[in-house]
């Protein structure tokens, strides 16, 4: 997913974006070449991935269409509800490249392991319509995902918000925005806990890893150039909520590191789950019990302040 934009990148687009970025320098040039970064970066694949077989029967899809969007925007949204009604709920945030439809897979596994799952595809993915994607584009699709979800898990103790890959980025980003907005209303963070899985500590890092390795040309300044930032390593001591890391040791496109820098700049509570054999994407069914037991721990761990609301405090105090 992710991958993709990375290789390319390094192998093509990036020496020409920086020459141009650097000889040229016009507004003109520049909103151009932030339009090839974004292309580059999401890389959108039409339709549905060649994997998926179609959802079962008990999934619900809807879209979302906020005021805050341009008329004809929206986000498509899919809602799986676990066998148990009183099941805790997660908010899926993908990464690149591929719609809802080649996230089945990972949904399916969450929701076996007994949540209920809301995913959502950014606008400009799948059934999702708007322009191309951006930072800021997708955040904000992200809280409006959060929106939704709070009305369909009204129990502050059974949320947790999920991201993979640059989604893990969109997670991060979205859990520092619910502390911060906890804390000016002197109240408690409403979730229960964050996991972020195959995910990076900048999209600089990110490039810059394999620029150094592709890129004839070392001095270039990669990381200046974009605009696009994606800075989890500089947001993550803020999240103010129990945290679940988890990386494959074998991922050839998001080296482990970034997972274990992550990990390091936050604060407890914290687990880090590195999967020995784990690439980019099989991670969750590889890891299979300790997986499963660690996002299990994750629910049970003691937040660093008391949950909203009258069942999250019961479900905080039985932890």
Same mark, same amino acid.
């Given at each position: 997913?992710?991958?993709?934009?990375?290789?390319?990148?390094?192998?093509?687009?990036?020496?020409?974006?920086?020459?141009? !970025?650097?000889?040229?320098?016009?507004?003109?040039?520049?909103?151009?070449?932030?339009?090839?970064?974004?292309?580059?970066?999401?890389?959108?694949?039409?339709?549905?991935?060649?994997?998926?077989?179609?959802?079962?029967?008990?999934?619900?899809?809807?879209?979302?269409?906020?005021?805050?969007?341009?008329?004809?925007?929206?986000?498509?949204?899919?809602?799986?509800?676990? +066998? &148990?009604?009183?099941?805790?709920?997660?908010?899926?945030?993908?990464?690149?490249?591929?719609?809802?439809?080649?996230?089945?897979?990972?949904?399916?596994?969450?929701?076996?392991?007994?949540?209920?799952?809301?995913?959502?595809?950014?606008?400009?993915?799948?059934?999702?319509?708007?322009?191309?994607?951006?930072?800021?584009?997708?955040?904000?699709?992200?809280?409006?995902?959060?929106?939704?979800?709070? +009305?369909?898990?009204?129990?502050?103790?059974?949320?947790?918000?999920?991201?993979?890959?640059?989604?893990?980025?969109?997670?991060?980003?979205?859990?520092?925005?619910?502390?911060?907005? !906890?804390?000016?209303?002197?109240?408690?963070?409403?979730?229960?806990?964050?996991?972020?899985?195959?995910?990076?500590?900048?999209?600089?890092?990110?490039?810059?890893?394999?620029?150094?390795?592709?890129?004839?040309?070392?001095?270039?300044?990669? &990381?200046?150039?974009?605009?696009?930032?994606?800075?989890?390593?500089?947001?993550?001591?803020?999240?103010?909520?129990?945290?679940?890391?988890?990386?494959?040791?074998?991922?050839?496109?998001?080296?482990?590191?970034?997972?274990?820098?992550?990990?390091?700049?936050?604060?407890?509570?914290?687990?880090?789950?590195?999967?020995?054999?784990?690439?980019?994407?099989?991670?969750?069914?590889?890891?299979?019990?300790?997986?499963?037991? !660690?996002?299990?721990?994750?629910?049970?761990?003691?937040?660093?302040?008391?949950?909203?609301?009258?069942? +999250?405090?019961?479900?905080?105090?039985?932890?």
């Amino acid at each position: 997913m992710f991958s993709s934009f990375i290789s390319r990148l390094g192998r093509r687009w990036l020496p020409l974006l920086c020459m141009a !970025a650097l000889i040229v320098g016009l507004p003109v040039g520049c909103g151009v070449l932030k339009y090839k970064e974004r292309e580059l970066l999401f890389r959108i694949e039409p339709g549905t991935a060649g994997w998926y077989h179609g959802l079962p029967q008990d999934v619900q899809e809807f879209d979302i269409k906020p005021a805050s969007f341009k008329a004809g925007q929206n986000l498509h949204a899919w809602w799986w509800p676990a +066998a &148990r009604r009183d099941a805790p709920s997660i908010l899926y945030l993908h990464g690149v490249r591929w719609n809802l439809t080649g996230q089945a897979f990972r949904i399916e596994q969450l929701r076996a392991m007994g949540y209920s799952v809301l995913a959502i595809d950014y606008r400009g993915f799948g059934q999702s319509t708007g322009d191309l994607p951006s930072e800021a584009s997708v955040y904000e699709d992200a809280r409006v995902a959060w929106e939704r979800f709070t +009305a369909m898990q009204p129990d502050a103790s059974k949320r947790l918000i999920y991201g993979h890959s640059l989604g893990g980025a969109v997670a991060i980003d979205l859990a520092v925005d619910l502390a911060a907005q !906890a804390k000016k209303d002197h109240a408690a963070v409403p979730v229960r806990g964050l996991v972020i899985e195959s995910t990076f500590t900048s999209l600089g890092d990110a490039v810059a890893q394999v620029a150094d390795s592709n890129l004839p040309v070392k001095w270039l300044p990669v &990381r200046w150039l974009l605009s696009q930032k994606f800075d989890s390593i500089d947001k993550i001591a803020d999240i103010d909520m129990p945290l679940l890391v988890v990386h494959g040791l074998a991922d050839p496109f998001m080296p482990s590191r970034f997972s274990q820098q992550l990990f390091n700049a936050a604060l407890e509570p914290k687990h880090l789950l590195l999967v020995p054999g784990g690439t980019h994407n099989n991670s969750m069914s590889l890891g299979g019990t300790q997986y499963r037991q !660690a996002i299990d721990s994750l629910m049970k761990s003691r937040p660093p302040a008391q949950i909203a609301g009258p069942a +999250a405090v019961r479900g905080a105090q039985d932890s």
